[in-house]
C-alpha cells in the first residue's frame, strides 16, 4: 500500500520521516545537532517493521515532487545533514534535492563500486559518502581505499544478529597477509 494524500501532510504525519516529531523535540535535543535519512526509490526505512514497510511505501519516480517538498521542509530545519539512499539512478531528482538542501549532503547508492566511490563528491552533488557496510566489513578500510587494495566481503546475514560475529571478527590485511591468504 502506497501512502497517498496532501504531500504536506503526509510528510509531517506519514513515518518515517515525521517532520512534527523534530519541530516538537527542538527544545530538548537542537535540530542543528539532528539530521534525517531519506531512502529513495525502494520503500521507506528498512528498519521499520515489515507490515509497516509495506504501508509506509512511497516510490520516488511517481512521487517526486514529495522529495522536493521534503528537502524544502527538513532544509528550513537546519538540521545537521542529509543522508539520501538512492537506490535507483535518479540524477535528476537528486540534483533537486542538492539544489534546496543547503547542509551538508550524504548520499549513499545503492549500485556504487569501489572505483565510482568519489564521483559525487567531485560533482558537487553530494558533501559525505556513506560507507558502512565497506566500513563494517573493513576495519582499516580507509588504508585499503587509499591503497587500492582489495575489500573483505560483507556479511550480510549478521548485520542486526545481537552478538558480536559480523562486527569484531572481520580481518584487517596485514591480518590476512600474515595467514598467507
Known amino acids: 500500500m502506497v501512502l497517498h494524500g496532501r504531500v504536506d501532510f503526509r510528510c509531517m504525519y506519514g513515518a518515517p520521516w515525521r517532520i512534527d516529531r523534530h519541530r516538537a523535540t527542538a527544545s530538548e535535543n ?8 531519506v531512502r529513495m ?18 516510490e520516488g519516480d511517481e512521487n517526486a515532487y514529495l522529495y522536493r517538498y521534503l528537502a524544502r ?3 528550513a530545519m537546519k538540521l545537521a545533514y542529509l543522508h539520501v539512499f538512492a ?18 549532503l550524504m548520499l549513499l547508492r545503492a549500485e556504487r563500486t569501489i572505483g565510482n566511490l568519489a564521483a559525487d ?9 556513506a560507507i558502512g557496510r565497506w566500513a563494517l566489513a573493513n ?10 587494495e582489495p575489500l573483505n566481503e560483507a556479511d550480510h546475514t549478521t548485520f542486526y544478529g ?12 596485514a591480518q590476512l597477509q600474515s595467514a598467507g591468504k
Open 30 to 37: 537542537p535540530l542543528s545537532r539532528r539530521a534525517k535519512r
Open 121 to 129: 563528491i567531485a560533482s558537487g552533488l553530494a558533501d559525505m559518502i
Open 41 to 58: 526509490g525502494g520503500g521507506c526505512a528498512r528498519w521499520a517493521p515489515a507490515p509497516l514497510e509495506r504501508r509506509r511505501h512511497i
Open 73 to 75: 521542509e527538513l532544509n
Open 162 to 173: 545481537g552478538t558480536a560475529k559480523g562486527y569484531t571478527d572481520y580481518p584487517t590485511l
Open 87 to 104: 537506490e535507483r539512478k535518479i540524477e535528476a531528482l537528486l540534483q533537486e534535492i542538492r539544489d534546496a538542501w543547503s547542509k551538508p
Open 139 to 148: 576495519p582499516d578500510f580507509i588504508s585499503r581505499f587509499e591503497r587500492n
